[in-house]
């Protein structure tokens, strides 16, 4: 493909060199893929409203995310298996986030560890957390982001357990990938990505492996999936806040009356997120549920979005409703599956410019500037 300038060029470029099991983890969603695809089809049905005749010559696209300047209001989310979409993929990722002047959030459950990523780059990261049985290594993640220099903690909270993702079963997906006869058939054709595999220095779950150090890799990912805890409630929330200094941000919000509540316990952000389409099948799309949120949080606190982020416009859109940044995944995975650290460039480089040409034909300047007025009414 000699012209890549959209994301949907990477994926297919992604689709051929990464494993299929690895790439259908990231790529599809739970159940019946209804909330999947809706969170893409409603922010289609947006419309723009076109402005002529101003002047879009001094265009900024900078905004502040939890108080720190960024080069758009953009955040890399996190990303479970970062690390088998390519090798050292985390490092790269962040690295290329560092380079481009947005944040980069670590996943708890990625492959290069929280100590890995931090020898590796020089701008602080945010670290995702979620809340297991084993609550002391809740807590020892916890010491560890602090000690990385991680300035925000982000706690998900949509995952008590874990969503029926069929495709998963179907590909026999374990960390690293199950060998099965299809799957070896698979991986012969692409022989780049397994030599990377080979060469990472971690093939299972760094930040979570210590826990279980004398355990297969078979053992420690059954271990991983019994660890999320149906009995978290706002009381652990409320724990986390009062152990963590630094930021505390809340994804997985949907309803408004919770993200009042979150507020109402410190939350310095709410992220709307239906993780990606990944949870609870029928759930709105987060697009859909942002306003409602925005105005229950009432400035209160930052919000932010993911799930169903593709295009510069979608960026847009988000801000025009009340978002302050949002988070993309499988957007830069794709990126990172098709050509690495300088994979991860070209897809925010892609976004980036998307934003900045939908900026000047709604007739704005400053991305700070977007409202529901540049969208149109029914």
């Not at 695809?37 to 402005?51: C, I």
């Not at 957007?331 to 897809?347: E, H």
């Amino acid at each position: 493909m000699k012209v890549i300038n959209s994301i949907a060029d990477l994926r297919e470029i992604a689709k051929r060199r990464v494993p299929r099991a690895i790439f259908q983890y990231l790529d599809h969603g739970s159940y019946d893929e209804v909330t999947l695809r809706r969170n893409r089809s409603d922010f289609e049905a947006l419309q723009f409203r076109q402005r002529v005749l101003v002047d879009v010559t001094k265009q900024s696209m900078q905004k502040d995310i939890l108080g720190v300047p960024a080069s758009m209001p953009l955040v890399l989310a996190p990303c479970g298996l970062t690390g088998l979409v390519h090798r050292d993929g985390e490092i790269l990722a962040a690295q290329a986030a560092e380079a481009f002047g947005v944040p980069l959030c670590l996943s708890t459950v990625s492959v290069c560890s929280i100590e890995d990523v931090a020898a590796a780059t020089k701008a602080p990261f945010w670290f995702q957390l979620y809340v297991m049985k084993d609550r002391g290594y809740t807590g020892a993640l916890i010491d560890r982001a602090e000690a990385a220099g991680c300035p925000v903690l982000v706690l998900t909270v949509d995952i008590p357990v874990s969503g029926l993702r069929r495709r998963d079963a179907k590909n026999g997906l374990a960390v690293p990938p199950r060998v099965t006869f299809s799957n070896l058939i698979d991986m012969a054709t692409k022989p780049a990505w397994v030599a990377g595999v080979l060469m990472s220095k971690r093939k299972t779950f760094g930040n979570l492996a210590a826990a279980m150090p004398h355990t297969g890799v078979a053992t420690l990912s059954q271990w991983i999936a019994s660890q999320f805890d149906a009995s978290v409630t706002w009381k652990d929330f409320e724990q986390i806040r009062a152990r963590w200094k630094g930021k505390l941000v809340i994804k997985g919000i949907l309803d408004a009356d919770d993200a009042r509540r979150a507020v109402e316990l410190g939350a310095d952000a709410v992220i709307v997120s239906n993780h990606g389409g990944r949870q609870l099948d029928g759930a709105p799309s987060t697009i859909s549920a942002l306003p409602r949120v925005a105005e229950a949080v009432a400035g209160r606190s930052q919000v932010l979005l993911d799930s169903g982020v593709r295009c510069g416009q979608d960026v847009l859109k988000a801000v025009a409703l009340g978002a302050d940044a949002v988070l993309i995944g499988r957007s830069y995975l794709y990126g990172l599956g098709a050509a690495g650290k300088s994979g991860v460039t070209l897809a925010l480089e892609i976004l980036a410019r998307e934003l900045q040409v939908s900026l000047a034909l709604t007739g704005c300047n400053d991305v700070r500037e977007a409202t529901p007025a540049i969208l149109c009414r029914d």
